[in-house]
């Protein structure tokens, strides 16, 4: 199983993030996509920071986890739910690449989790954490794609029932 890990999108960190506006669109395409294939869907927020921007908190069905750890998995509420569903294949996307997303993907390898990462969908303040980000998830085993890539991934054929849905999803 597939699940979709969102994390922290807060206007008080995308404000500092290059690119935010491009990341922002093409995270709210693959979320959308997650809930059209019904795929779980579990979203932090980083305590003290506020807020997950509007674009994307509504359009998801939980509320964010707070947390105060860098990993994902090192917050015990998250790390519950995430053991609920026990996916076997794990989507990053979120803010930001060189600190939560990173230290995320490192737990979930240790955890035997089949790790993507979003390359469109995370960010930093500086391109340079971002980029050496990225060489460090995949150095370690992590998948990179982009939300695009994986949305199709995950239908695997153009014969897929949610076609249609998802083709105007891609297009917006």
Avoid: W
């Amino acid at each position: 199983m597939h699940c979709l890990i969102v994390i922290d999108f807060q206007e008080r960190l995308l404000r500092h993030v290059q690119n935010a506006d491009e990341i922002v669109k093409n995270s709210i395409k693959l979320i959308k996509a997650y809930k059209v294939f019904g795929l779980p869907i579990l979203i932090t927020e980083q305590k003290k920071l506020g807020d997950t921007v509007g674009e994307i908190k509504n359009l998801i069905d939980v509320n964010p986890i707070q947390k105060m750890s860098f990993s994902c998995l090192r917050c015990e509420e998250f790390y519950r739910e995430f053991k609920k569903l026990s996916p076997k294949k794990v989507a990053l996307i979120g803010v930001e690449a060189h600190i939560c997303v990173l230290q995320t993907a490192l737990d979930l390898l240790k955890e035997g989790c089949e790790v993507y990462v979003a390359v469109d969908c995370v960010g930093s303040r500086k391109s340079v954490d971002k980029d050496v980000a990225i060489m460090r998830m995949m150095q370690e085993g992590v998948k990179p794609c982009t939300a695009e890539s994986l949305i199709y991934e995950i239908m695997k054929s153009a014969e897929h029932e949610k076609f249609k849905e998802i083709l105007e999803i891609v297009k917006g």
